[in-house]
């Protein structure tokens, strides 16, 4: 396993990170609250990642949390 520390977990952190932001530009045609929880699972994967050191457990646990909270965020009318 690669130390977190390791500059090619950086590049693989930065990869997905890029990778992530490309596929939120796929969200034109997403409803709100699809958008929300797209938005709150990636948040919720490079928090859960970060707070672990890059663990995959972390990270995928962070991505679930964060897809149900953006799930649940609702544009006030």
């Known amino acids: 396993m690669i130390s977190p520390h390791h500059p090619l977990a950086r590049r693989i952190h930065g990869v997905a990170a890029l990778v992530l932001s490309l596929g939120l530009v ?3 045609g997403m409803s709100e609250q699809d958008k929300n929880t797209a938005i709150g699972a990636g948040v919720g994967a490079v ?3 970060v707070l672990t050191g890059g663990g995959t457990l972390g990270t995928l646990g962070g991505a679930a949390i964060g897809g149900v909270i953006g799930s ?3 544009e006030k009318k």
């Open 26 to 28: 796929a969200c034109a």
């Open 72 to 74: 649940q965020i609702e």
């Open 47 to 49: 928090s859960g990642s």
